[in-house]
C-alpha cells in the first residue's frame, strides 16, 4: 500500500504544499487504493477516476501558480445523495441508478471552488432510510474492521471509505444520525452541524427539517478545515441561516480548562453495551483530567419520545419528498401500463426499496386526515419540548457528551429483518436532529476490534467548542490513529 | 318550493412577477416554445429548494389590503400532496391555515342594489405545469410550472349568476388597479371556479354542493352557474337527489357535465412546507406597501362623482378600467374641469365604440388626452362643427394625426359665414319643395330633414346655428 491514502488532509496539505508531493500522485495512491480493497468494503457507487485525475492536475496547477487553499488537491469521496454536475447521483436506488444531475449541491460548488478532487460517489443506505447500508439498492458496504459486520448507516459508504483509506475525507449527510452513528462504527471522526450551518441545495431530500450536510474525516483538525469550506448561509436554501462562520481552526486547543460537559443520565440507555459503557467512563475521565467540569447531573427526560417523534417526522417529510419519483420527468419509469396512475404506481413499485417504501407508507399515514393531529403536530410539540430540554442544559454545559451508539457495529444481516432493532441503533444520535443541534462523533476506544464512538453535542452554531473538546481529547488519546487490517 | 342559489367562488390570478414563484426562471411563458421557461427547481429535479419571490408575497398583500382583508403577524406555506402528472414536485406549495389575507369583503353591484361578498382568505401558491393531450400520450409543458398563482376564496354569500359575474369582473378591475395581474380569463392567467348549492329559501343548511369547474370566460361562468342552478332545482323538482360531485362546463353543449363524485373528501395530508421558513412580517413593510396603494375603483368613482359633477353611470364606467379612468383625469389635466362631461362622453360614446370594434385597449389607443384635447378645442373655438369632429376623431383614431392637420387637409373648417351659407340654403330649398311644403303645412320633421340636406351639401362643416337661423328666416317663421 502507498502510504499517502492514509494521510490527513492537514497533513496532504503540508506536503503539496511544500510541493514533495503533488495531487495527482496522492490521487492516484488513493484510486490505487480502491482498486486494492474496493471488492472488500465496497464503498462506492461510482468512481470517477479520469475526471479525479484530471481534477488533481487543475489543483496542482494552482498549487504551482503559489494558489493553495486547505482542501487543494485532496481528494474527497462524496456520499451518493449529494447532487453532483455530470457525475450520476443515485442515492443508492434504482430510483435514480441513472440520474445525472446538471447541477453541483452548494457544498460541491464550495469544494470545487477550493479545488478538491472528487474521487466519486460513496454507497448508502436508499435514499439515506437506513443504520447499516444494507439497505443501498446496489449492494451492501462492509465495516473495514471486520468484514463481516456493517458500517453503520446511512452514510456507510463514506465512513468506511476513510477508514479504509480509500478517500482522505468524506461528505456526509446526516438525518437522525447518519454521520455520526457510521464514523462512531468506523472509528472515523463525523460531524453533524447545526440545522442550517451547511446549505442543504442539492442534498437530495430525505426528510428536509432534519437533513444535514457534514464531514466525515480522519481527525478534529480536518473536520475544522471542511466545515471553514462547507459551512455558511446560501441563499439558495431558505433554511440555512445567515450567521457568521468562524475559523473553526482557530478553537482547536489542547486543554479544556473552563469547559463544563454535562453527562445526560438518559443516553446510559438500557441495552447498551457494557464495553461501552466502560470505554465512556474512561472517555469521560480524560477529559475531566484535560481541564473539563464533569457534571453527572444533566437530564434530558424527553429523549425517550425522540425516537417516536423521529419516526412520524422523519416519514412525513420523506412521503413528500419522495413523491416526485414518478417515472415521469427523470429517473427509473415503469413504461409497461396501461394509464399513468399505473405507471406511477409501477414506477414507485419497482424502484423503491422495502425500507423507503416502509417509510412513505408511515409517513403518509401519519399525514392522514384524522391522524395528523395525533400523529404530526403531537410530534411537532413533542419535538419543542425536546429543544427546550437541550437549551436548559445548555444553560449551565458547554457541551454534552454520550455515547454515539449504544453499541458497536452489528453483524451483516442481523438487524435486516427487524426494522425496530434497526431504528433503536439510532437512539443516541436522532435527538439532535430533532433538536437542530450539532453534534460530533470521536473514536473512544474498540470492543471486541470493533471501534466505539463518543457523542460530543453542542449549542446551535456552537461547532466551535465541540472541535476544541474533540481535539483535546485526541492530543491525548490514539484512537483516532488505529488503522483497520483489511 | 322556493329555493334559493348559494355560490362562493374560488379565484385563482397569475402574478405579474418577472420571476417565478420559487426559482428565477422568467414568468413571461405564453408564447415561449414549450420547457423553455424551466430550470431544475420548477421541473422539482431531487435536492433543489425553493426560495419565496418576494414580489409575489408584495402583490398578494396589496390585493389582500385592497380586499380590506386581516394581514396576519406571520404566513406560511404548506405542502398539498397528490399525484398528477402536471406537478413536478407531486406536491404543490401552497397556504393552509395561515393565508397571506384573511376576512376581507368586496362590494358588488348588482342589479342596482349595493351587496358586501365577504373573502375567506386570499393565499399564495404554485402554478402546474399544462398538460397537452394527444389522444394516445400526454406531453408536459413546464413553462407554467411555478408561475406565482394567487386565489381569493369568497364566503358562499353569492346568490345569483349575476352576482357572481359582477364580482369576478370587480375582482378583475382591482387586481387591474393594483397591477398585480392581467386578469385576462382568455389565456388562463384569471381563472375561476364554483362552489354552487340551493336551499330551501330563507333555510341556513346547505344541499349537496358542487364544484363547477373548466368555465374559461365571464360569460361561461355566467351561464355555467345559470345552468347549474336551473339543473338543481330540477332535479329535486322531478324527486331526486342531489350527490356532492365535481362538473365540468361544456362550452358548446352549454350544460354541466358530472366528472367525478366526491363522497368523500380528497385528503390532501396538508403539513408545513419544511424547506420554507414562516414568514413573520415586519409591520412597516405593510404599511409602507398600505401607503402606496393606488386609488380603488369605488374611491375614484366617488371621487369622479364629487370634483367633476359626473354621474353616477359615467363615473362607473370611466372607473371599470384603470386605463381609462387614467386616460381621463389625463385629459382634464389638460383643460378646464367643466370639460369633464364632455369628455367623458367622447370616451363613454365614440372612444368606446371604435375600441370595441378593433377590439383594441384604451391603453394602446393612438390618440393621446392632447390630442383628444386640441380636438374638443376646435369645437369649441367654432373652427369645426360638431358633426365634423366626429369624423375628424375616426380619422385621429386609425392615423393618430392632429386634429388641426386633418381638418385644413381635409378643408373641413365650420362654414360661418352668413353670406355663403345663405346661397347655399336657397339652393337646397329650390331642390326640395315638397319639404318647403311639408314645413309650411305644420309639419317640423321637415326642417329637420332640411337641415339634413344642408349638411350634406357642406360635407357636415356648416355651422348648424347659423344654418338654422338663416332656414328660419327663408321659411318666414320667425
Ligand atoms: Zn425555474
Not at chain 1, 470521536?442 to 474533540?470: C, R, S, Y
Not at chain 2, 364629487?306 to 378600467?321: E, F, K, R, V
Amino acid at each position: 500500500m502507498n502510504k499517502l491514502c492514509q494521510l490527513t488532509i492537514h497533513e496532504a496539505h503540508e506536503l503539496l504544499k511544500r510541493r514533495e508531493i503533488s495531487s495527482v500522485e496522492l490521487t492516484k495512491a488513493t484510486l490505487e487504493r480502491i482498486a486494492e480493497v474496493e471488492d472488500k468494503i465496497h464503498a462506492c457507487v461510482t468512481v470517477t477516476g479520469d475526471m479525479a485525475l484530471k481534477q488533481a492536475e487543475e489543483a496542482d496547477g494552482c498549487i504551482r501558480n503559489g494558489n493553495i487553499t486547505p482542501l487543494a488537491g485532496v481528494p474527497v469521496l462524496i456520499k451518493d445523495v449529494i447532487c453532483t454536475k455530470g457525475i450520476r447521483t443515485t442515492c443508492s436506488s434504482k430510483m435514480l441508478e441513472n440520474f445525472v444531475p446538471p447541477y453541483d449541491a452548494t457544498v460541491i460548488g464550495k469544494l470545487k471552488t477550493q479545488k478538491a478532487v472528487i474521487l466519486g460517489k460513496g454507497n448508502m443506505d436508499e435514499f439515506a432510510m437506513g443504520s447499516s447500508t444494507e439497505h443501498s439498492a446496489f449492494f451492501p458496504t462492509h465495516n473495514p474492521w471486520n468484514l463481516g459486520y456493517v458500517p453503520g448507516g446511512s452514510s456507510g459508504g463514506p465512513a468506511a471509505a476513510v477508514a479504509g483509506d480509500e478517500a482522505i475525507y468524506a461528505i456526509g449527510s446526516d438525518t437522525g444520525g447518519s454521520i455520526r452513528q457510521p464514523a462512531g462504527f468506523c472509528g472515523v471522526v463525523g460531524l453533524k452541524p447545526t440545522y442550517g450551518r451547511v446549505s442543504r441545495f442539492g442534498l437530495v431530500a430525505f426528510a428536509s427539517s432534519l437533513d444535514q450536510i457534514g464531514p466525515i474525516v480522519k481527525d478534529a483538525t480536518d473536520c475544522a478545515l471542511v466545515m471553514n469550506a462547507i459551512a455558511g448561509y446560501d441563499s439558495m436554501d431558505s433554511t440555512s441561516v445567515d450567521y457568521p462562520v468562524p475559523n473553526y481552526v482557530s478553537y482547536l486547543k489542547g486543554d479544556l480548562k473552563g469547559l463544563r460537559i454535562g453527562i445526560p443520565r438518559e443516553y446510559f440507555v438500557e441495552g447498551m453495551q457494557s464495553g461501552v459503557k466502560s470505554a465512556l467512563e474512561i472517555a469521560i475521565k480524560k477529559l475531566k483530567e484535560l481541564g473539563a467540569e464533569i457534571d453527572w447531573e444533566v437530564s434530558l427526560p424527553s429523549t425517550k419520545y425522540a425516537l417516536a417523534v423521529y419516526y412520524i417526522v422523519a416519514p412525513s417529510e420523506a412521503s413528500a419528498n419522495l413523491a416526485r419519483y414518478d417515472g415521469v420527468k427523470y429517473g427509473f419509469s415503469e413504461q409497461d401500463a396501461g394509464s399513468v396512475i399505473e405507471a406511477t404506481e409501477k414506477t414507485r413499485q419497482f424502484g423503491f426499496g422495502t425500507e423507503v417504501k416502509r417509510r412513505i407508507m408511515l409517513g403518509t399515514y401519519a399525514l392522514s386526515a384524522g391522524y395528523y393531529d395525533a400523529y404530526y403536530l403531537k410530534a411537532q410539540k413533542v419535538r419543542t419540548l425536546i429543544k427546550q430540554e437541550y437549551e436548559q442544559a445548555f444553560e449551565k454545559c458547554d457541551a454534552l457528551v454520550t455515547p454515539t451508539s449504544p453499541t458497536v457495529a452489528f453483524k451483516l444481516g442481523e438487524k435486516l429483518e427487524d426494522p425496530m432493532q434497526m431504528y433503536l441503533s439510532d437512539v443516541c444520535t436522532l435527538p439532535i436532529n430533532i433538536a437542530g443541534i450539532p453534534a460530533i462523533s470521536v473514536p473512544a476506544g474498540f470492543v471486541d476490534g470493533l471501534p466505539i464512538g463518543m457523542q460530543i453535542m453542542g449549542k446551535p452554531f456552537n461547532e466551535e467548542t465541540l472541535l476544541h473538546i474533540a481535539f483535546a481529547y485526541e492530543q491525548a488519546t490514539e484512537w483516532h490513529k488505529s488503522k483497520p487490517e483489511i | 318550493m322556493n329555493y334559493e342559489t348559494v355560490i362562493g367562488l374560488e379565484v385563482h390570478a397569475q402574478l405579474l412577477t418577472r420571476s417565478k414563484m420559487f426559482c428565477s426562471c422568467s414568468t413571461d411563458y405564453v408564447n415561449a416554445p414549450p420547457n423553455t421557461h424551466v430550470c431544475p427547481i420548477c421541473l422539482g429535479m431531487p435536492g433543489t429548494l425553493p426560495v419565496i419571490n418576494k414580489k409575489a408575497v408584495e402583490y398578494t398583500i396589496m390585493t389582500a389590503l385592497a380586499l380590506e382583508c386581516t394581514i396576519p403577524e406571520y404566513t406560511k406555506f404548506d405542502r398539498k400532496n397528490y399525484f398528477y402528472p402536471d406537478m413536478m414536485k407531486n406536491y404543490q406549495i401552497s397556504q393552509y391555515d395561515a393565508p397571506i389575507g384573511k376576512g376581507g369583503c368586496l362590494a358588488i353591484n348588482s342589479n342596482g342594489h349595493q351587496k358586501k361578498i365577504n373573502i375567506t382568505r386570499v393565499h399564495l401558491e404554485e402554478d402546474v405545469a399544462k398538460l397537452l393531450h394527444r389522444g394516445e400520450y400526454s406531453l408536459v409543458d413546464v413553462n407554467r410550472s411555478g408561475i406565482p398563482l394567487m386565489e381569493t376564496v369568497s364566503e358562499p354569500e353569492i346568490s345569483s349568476a349575476e352576482e357572481a359575474r359582477d364580482y369576478l369582473i370587480k375582482l378583475r378591475t382591482i387586481l387591474r388597479y393594483l397591477g398585480v395581474s392581467t386578469g385576462n380569463m382568455e389565456d388562463g392567467s384569471f381563472r375561476c371556479d364554483a362552489n354552487i348549492s340551493i336551499r330551501p329559501a330563507g333555510s341556513k343548511e346547505l344541499l349537496s354542493k358542487v364544484e363547477v369547474k373548466n368555465m374559461n370566460s365571464f360569460k361561461a361562468v355566467y351561464q355555467a352557474l345559470k345552468y347549474e342552478s336551473k339543473r338543481q332545482r330540477k332535479v329535486l323538482e322531478e324527486g331526486g337527489t342531489l350527490v356532492q360531485e365535481t362538473r365540468g362546463w361544456m362550452d358548446e353543449k352549454e350544460v354541466t357535465v358530472s366528472q367525478r363524485s366526491k363522497e368523500y373528501a380528497d385528503d390532501y395530508r396538508y403539513f408545513p412546507e419544511p424547506d420554507l421558513p414562516p414568514l413573520f412580517f415586519d409591520r412597516a413593510w405593510i404599511e409602507e406597501i398600505k401607503a402606496r396603494l393606488p386609488e380603488l375603483p369605488e374611491a375614484r368613482k366617488e371621487r369622479l362623482m364629487a370634483q367633476y359633477g359626473l354621474p353616477l353611470y359615467d363615473a362607473s364606467i370611466l372607473t371599470s378600467s384603470r386605463a381609462m379612468a387614467d386616460y381621463f383625469e389625463n385629459c382634464l389635466k389638460l383643460t378646464s374641469p367643466d370639460k369633464a362631461k364632455i369628455i367623458s362622453n367622447w370616451l363613454l360614446g365614440d372612444f368606446s365604440r371604435l375600441l370595441n370594434a378593433t377590439d383594441s385597449d384604451i391603453e394602446n389607443t393612438r390618440i393621446s388626452p392632447g390630442l383628444l384635447v386640441e380636438l374638443l378645442n376646435l369645437v369649441d373655438k367654432g373652427t369645426i362643427s360638431g358633426p365634423t369632429a366626429k369624423a375628424v376623431f375616426e380619422k385621429m383614431f386609425y392615423t393618430g394625426k392632429k386634429a388641426s392637420d386633418i381638418v385644413a387637409k381635409g378643408k373641413l373648417s365650420q362654414l360661418s359665414d352668413a353670406t355663403e351659407l345663405n346661397g347655399i340654403v336657397k339652393q337646397v330649398l329650390a331642390n326640395n319643395a315638397k319639404a318647403v311644403a311639408d314645413y309650411k303645412a305644420g309639419k317640423q320633421q321637415a326642417l329637420t330633414f332640411l337641415t339634413g340636406q344642408i349638411m350634406k351639401a357642406t360635407r357636415g362643416t356648416a355651422n348648424p346655428a347659423v344654418v338654422r337661423e338663416i332656414l328660419v328666416h327663408e321659411l318666414g317663421g320667425g
